[in-house]
């Protein structure tokens, strides 16, 4: 064993003590023994002054450094002096007699406070204060049980949870074997740490450790967009299909124009639009998205998104700019109206071009027949109304990035048209 450098017994149900002549191991580079049922002193000369904390947890009774978060082992020393009792006791008394008004005064806030915010907000900020384990994760899933997962997003799977607190809750687990994983982990952190917006899917807390990189989401219980476009089961009629697309909408304009830095969403599609449970979308997976810096209009890159969603200067230049969002989108929403997708189609034709040739006067020959019940005058205005959407869509997909609208612009012309539509 004198060679030994990586030494990995986590998971084993081994019981008994670490012997202190590991401590002549000079070459041990890596050596984890969490999740068994070792107890007594962990060493802590040699090679074990390196060793993480996290690689001695869920124990049965570990003591020794405060390094290892571990409490410190009992001494020998069977008497202990009436001095030092007395110290003792004087020291908690003094505690006691600041400490116990000033408790009782936070618990006094926290409770009026309490009554004026609702319980759900309150167990999920408790959440945020700290990251979850890994092993919480796992109960909380029954251990990335088949049966919970529920999708699947650039780098990872997500599954459903349900954490002690019974909060529901989604958790992105990335996929560690794929080398750009690590890379989109830390991108989502980056940008999703600073995101507050009601059409932005919410992250809770986080979990980072050798064995897991995952993010704890809000759970949408609603799932994706597409799931209600391509199920037979689901069905959604022209007013939830704008108010939907206004989400999104309104989460890309606060991504494009509400933040300090601007944020590039660069795989915007109905799969990352989900639903929470009163139908409101919001807009998910930042694991491929962009930070503009000051000054900065576009840059490059070499990560490509979903094919059929991808601006033409990104897919050919790498060129990506709050404009690709926008092309995405106006794809998003023709493809939400016409239920078609697009890539669908042969050879050179796209859902743009389709649904273009068709456009503005043979509405009837794109959009979804499933949506257009009316008869008589109510059916030409639904065909309005949905001929002004596809005009605001085919905006959004111009060729020339210059040419496209802007967020702003296309938020304010899908509220008109909604009016419009409560009108007929």
């Known amino acids: 064993m004198v060679g030994l450098e990586f030494l990995d017994l986590s ?31 962990i060493p802590s000369g040699g090679p074990f ?15 020794g450094s405060s390094r290892f978060s571990v409490p410190p082992c009992p001494t020998s020393s069977k008497n202990v002096s009436n001095r030092k009792k007395l110290l003792v006791l004087f020291l908690f008394l ?21 009554k004026s915010a609702p319980q759900q907000a309150e167990s999920l900020s408790t959440i945020t204060r700290e990251r979850i384990s890994y092993y919480e994760l796992l109960q909380a899933t029954d251990y990335l049980s088949e049966s919970n997962l529920i999708g699947f997003e650039s780098f990872g799977s997500v599954y459903k949870g349900v954490l002690i607190n019974e909060t529901t809750i989604a958790v992105k687990v990335f ?7 690590f890379k989109s982990f830390d991108t989502e952190c980056e940008v999703l740490r600073s995101l507050r917006h009601r059409n932005l899917v919410k992250v809770i807390t986080c979990c980072s450790n050798l064995d897991c990189k995952a993010l704890v989401l809000d759970y949408m219980p609603n799932r994706s967009l597409e799931k209600y476009l391509y199920s037979h089961n689901y069905f959604l009629d022209i007013k939830h299909r704008l108010s939907i697309m206004i989400d999104v909408a309104c989460a890309l304009e606060y991504l494009h124009h509400g933040c300090s830095l601007p944020v590039i969403h660069c795989d915007v599609k109905p799969s990352n639009v ?11 997976d930042f694991g491929i998205s962009k930070l503009l810096g000051e000054d900065q209009g576009d840059l490059y890159t070499k ?3 979903t094919f059929g969603y991808i601006a033409p200067e990104y897919g050919l230049e790498g060129l990506v700019s709050t404009k690709c969002d926008i092309y995405s989108y106006g794809v998003m929403l ?4 016409t239920r078609r997708k697009p890539n669908e189609f042969e050879g050179d034709l796209r859902l743009k071009q ?65 009016i419009q539509l409560l009108a007929c």
């Open 49 to 63: 002054k390196n060793l993480s904390s996290q690689f001695f947890i869920y124990n049965e009774a570990f003591c």
């Open 303 to 305: 990560t490509l998104a």
């Open 11 to 41: 998971y084993n149900n081994i019981s008994g003590i670490i012997h202190k002549s590991l401590e002549k191991l000079k070459n041990l580079k890596y050596f984890n023994v969490s999740f068994n049922k070792l107890y007594g002193e």
């Open 94 to 114: 003094a505690v006691a007699v600041v400490f116990v008004p000033m408790a009782f005064v936070l618990l006094w806030i926290r409770y009026i406070r309490g």
């Open 354 to 418: 389709w649904a273009s040739y068709s456009l503005p006067n043979a509405v009837m020959e794109v959009v979804d027949a499933n949506l257009l019940t009316s008869t008589g005058n109510r059916l030409n205005k639904e065909l309005d109304v949905v001929a002004s959407i596809m005009k605001v869509a085919l905006d959004c997909c111009n060729e020339y990035p210059t040419r496209r609208s802007n967020m702003k612009d296309v938020v304010g012309m899908l509220e008109k048209i909604k």
């Open 334 to 337: 023709l493809e939400t109206f």
């Open 175 to 181: 996929n560690l074997q794929l080398d750009a994983s």
């Open 274 to 284: 989900l639903m929470d449970e009163d139908m409101v979308a919001h807009l998910s």
